[in-house]
């Protein structure tokens, strides 16, 4: 069952939502607009290794826009900084986006029931598209949870992702053990 918009601003109320900054006009139907944030990131080496700690360059989205280019993979962050301590909250493209070719994330856009933090995003485009910081770039949407939760994303000892970041925020696969 996803949330819809009186749910979603019930949860607001009661602090086991948390979206900021926020603004009633974003809240859609069952879903909450989120916006770009000013920096994205790319990574230094063309050739990634997921046993290594690949290292980002970050850069900040100029006011006339940034051409994003088919074949390179950029991180960005939403400008909201979000907590959701009840629910299985996911991040959704949005279709005026979907049509202009980018994509907001790379297989992954479920997140975990207690994850606190602003969202990277796995950004990539079909053709060079230019992007600007503070526009609409996806949705967050609300699933109930099933069960009771024993270990919450933002108790895990081990959690990679969990914090305040304002930047983009690089895979840390590296520190899986595998
Ligand atoms: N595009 C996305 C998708 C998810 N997340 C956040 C919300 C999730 O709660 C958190 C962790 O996501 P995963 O569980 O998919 O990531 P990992 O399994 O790689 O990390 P961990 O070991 O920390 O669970 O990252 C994000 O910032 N951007």
Redo the contacts with the bound molecule.
């Keep these: 069952m996803i949330l819809s918009d009186k749910r979603i601003l019930e949860e607001i109320e009661k602090g086991t939502i948390v979206i900021s900054p926020y603004d009633r006009k974003y809240l859609g139907t069952n879903s909450y607009d989120v916006h770009l944030g000013k920096y994205l990131a790319t990574y230094k080496d063309r050739v990634l290794d997921a046993k290594s700690h690949n290292e980002i360059e970050h850069f900040e989205i100029p006011a006339e826009g940034f051409v994003l280019q088919p074949g390179t993979l950029y991180l960005g962050v939403t400008e909201e900084y979000t907590e959701t301590h009840a629910h299985v909250p996911f991040?959704e493209g949005k279709s005026s986006t979907g049509r202009l070719g980018i994509d907001i994330?790379a297989t992954?856009?479920?997140?975990?029931v207690g994850?606190c933090?602003t969202?990277?995003?796995?950004i990539s485009c079909a053709q060079p598209v230019r992007i600007y910081a503070g526009m609409p770039i996806g949705q967050l949407i609300y699933f109930v949870v099933e069960g009771d939760v024993e270990t919450f994303?933002n108790k895990k000892g081990?959690?990679?992702?969990n914090g305040r970041t304002v930047k983009p925020v690089e895979s840390m696969?590296w520190k899986n053990q595998f």
Aim: without cysteine.
């Design positions: 991040l994330h992954a856009g479920k997140g975990d994850f933090n969202w990277t995003l796995e994303y081990n959690a990679k992702y696969m």
